[in-house]
């Protein structure tokens, strides 16, 4: 019985853990079936991480934004790589929040979502945006205020191409330069983004003469574009050559350079004629921030007092559109009316490269080293290229740090002394092999015959001491160091 008991008592706890081992599984199953969180959508962005050279810009997934009140969020197609990015990634920008940022002032793309009291767009609408930065991203939330639709013919990279460059062209030409009928103008980098716009809008104005700085393969190019007169800075003096064509000069000035070329812009005016600054590319060389080029711009920059401007009815003016941020009306009005030219077959701007977002570093330099003829662009859709062979690849190599005056005169002077102790030990050696019947000879030489003092003298001086001859070494080690710091 006992037996039997025992039996069906293990039994009996058999089938309740038989029937309890169900219980745990709907609790799986509804965990299971509770829906997970959805993930955060996030977009490629090109990011500037530091100020330096190329290796500072990444591609990077960031969240996506949202539509706020006023805002219209926007699919990027291509959006537009300008002059003032290159200086900002070099630090020489003081319109940009510091880095990480987000670069990046214009683009085109499609409305994909509009924000709260937003009128006069629709979704999937064309349209082109500007802004203070942050373009570079697949998806961009732009206030609606800037804005604008894109004409039906016009293409992405057109749309991304025209506002910075057409924008800032027509207030030099149109509200500072005041350019009429029978005047003329000095275009700078005429091949260049805002060059190639400010000829084409000087161009809408009647009998108005263009001289157009570029280097001689872009001549071709830029006077198909407008201009009269095309002259290779490279190999000659661009205020000469104007001179000889118009010995007056010119009416307007377009100086994007700074430094001594402004002093040489002011001088090519004519009396009341305008030159108009609006960058300072001089002070930009290579792939970093280059002090001494900046020193030399800042040193030769012309300093004009009020006084000679009225004896020579002369006018300076400085541009910066990210400086028009609270005036959006003028801004939308002169780019409305930059539109109807395009609608009118009046402007178009020129596509030098479309650039994948991965390639960024090398879009930059295509512009660094001033071999591209129009606009530069970025376009999140682009797949990245290989570079053709012979092509440079931008890089930014770690460079060997030289070593402080101290290390380097510590080390000659360290050589120095081994050179010293190797000369003493090979003194020492010719002097166990000397014989010493030799010494009397040298004495008797030295009193039978006086004329060999001074050669007795001369060998002499080669056994000085090795401790006095590290001094010598030591002093001309430290001079050349010095140069070499110098």
């Known amino acids: 019985m006992a037996e039997g008991g025992d039996a069906a008592t293990v039994a009996h706890e058999a089938g309740n853990a038989v029937q309890e081992t169900p219980k745990a599984e709907p609790e799986k199953a509804a965990a299971a079936a509770e829906p997970a969180e959805p993930a955060?959508?996030?977009?490629?962005?090109?990011?500037?991480?530091?100020?330096?050279?190329?290796?500072?810009?990444?591609?990077?997934?960031?969240?996506?934004?949202?539509?706020?009140?006023?805002?219209?969020?926007?699919?990027v197609k291509a959006a537009g790589l300008n002059f003032s990015e290159l200086m900002v990634r070099q630090g020489l920008h003081d319109r940009m929040a510091k880095p990480p940022v987000v670069l990046g002032m214009e683009a085109a793309g499609v409305v994909e979502e509009l924000g709260e009291d937003v009128s006069g767009l629709e979704v999937g609408q064309n349209v082109i945006c500007l802004a203070q930065t942050g373009m570079w991203r697949e998806v961009v939330a732009v206030p609606a205020t800037n804005v604008f639709l894109m004409p039906e013919e016009m293409s992405y990279e057109e749309g991304?191409?025209?506002?910075?460059?057409?924008?800032?062209?027509?207030?030099?030409?149109?509200?500072?330069g005041n350019?009429?009928?029978?005047?003329?103008?000095?275009?700078?980098?005429?091949?260049?983004?805002?060059?190639?716009?400010a000829t084409q809008l000087a161009k809408t104005?009647?009998?108005?003469?263009?001289?157009?700085?570029?280097?001689?393969?872009?001549?071709?190019?830029?006077?198909?574009?407008?201009?009269?007169?095309?002259?290779?800075?490279?190999?000659?003096?661009?205020?000469?050559?104007i001179k000889n064509i118009s010995p007056k000069?010119?009416?307007?000035?377009?100086?994007?350079?700074?430094?001594?070329d402004t002093s040489k812009g002011l001088q090519l005016l004519r009396p009341m004629g305008k030159i108009i600054t609006y960058g300072s590319a001089n002070m930009v060389k290579g792939e970093n921030r280059n002090l001494m080029k900046m020193a030399k711009t800042l040193w030769q920059s012309t300093s004009v007092s009020p006084v000679s401007l009225v004896k020579t009815n002369k006018a300076i003016a400085g541009f910066q559109l990210a400086h028009l941020t609270g005036e959006i009306d003028l801004v939308r009005s002169a780019f409305q009316d930059i539109l109807n030219m395009y609608k009118?077959?009046?402007?178009?701007?020129?596509?030098?490269?479309?650039?994948?977002?991965?390639?960024?570093a090398e879009a930059m330099q295509q512009m660094n080293e001033r071999r591209n003829i129009g606009k530069v662009i970025l376009s999140p859709e682009k797949e990245p290229t290989k570079p053709a062979e012979g092509d440079a690849v931008p890089t930014s190599p770690i460079k060997k740090k030289?070593?402080?005056?101290?290390?380097?005169?510590?080390k000659r002077a360290s050589r120095s002394k081994d050179e010293g102790e190797k000369k003493d030990e090979v003194k020492e050696e010719k002097k166990e092999e000397a014989p010493a019947v030799e010494e009397p000879e040298k004495t008797q030489v030295t009193i039978e015959n006086p004329a060999e003092t001074d050669d007795a003298k001369a060998a002499a001086a080669d056994i000085v001491p090795a401790d006095d001859k590290p001094v010598e070494n030591e002093e001309k080690g430290a001079g050349d160091a010095s140069q070499e710091a110098e």
């Open 40 to 75: 955060e959508p996030t977009v490629r962005t090109i990011v500037l991480t530091g100020h330096g050279g190329y290796d500072k810009l990444s591609v990077q997934q960031k969240p996506q934004p949202k539509a706020g009140k006023g805002e219209v969020l926007v699919r």
């Open 160 to 176: 991304a191409a025209i506002p910075l460059s057409y924008l800032t062209a027509y207030f030099m030409l149109f509200d500072f």
């Open 179 to 197: 350019l009429r009928p029978g005047k003329s103008l000095l275009v700078h980098i005429a091949a260049g983004g805002v060059g190639w716009a």
């Open 205 to 241: 104005v009647d009998n108005v003469t263009v001289f157009g700085t570029a280097s001689a393969s872009k001549h071709d190019a830029i006077k198909e574009n407008g201009v009269d007169h095309p002259i290779d800075y490279r190999t000659r003096d661009y205020s000469e050559e």
């Open 249 to 260: 000069g010119v009416d307007v000035v377009l100086d994007p350079l700074g430094g001594a």
């Open 344 to 360: 009118d077959g009046k402007i178009k701007p020129r596509i030098d490269s479309v650039w994948a977002f991965e390639q960024v």
């Open 402 to 410: 030289k070593p402080s005056l101290f290390r380097r005169l510590s």
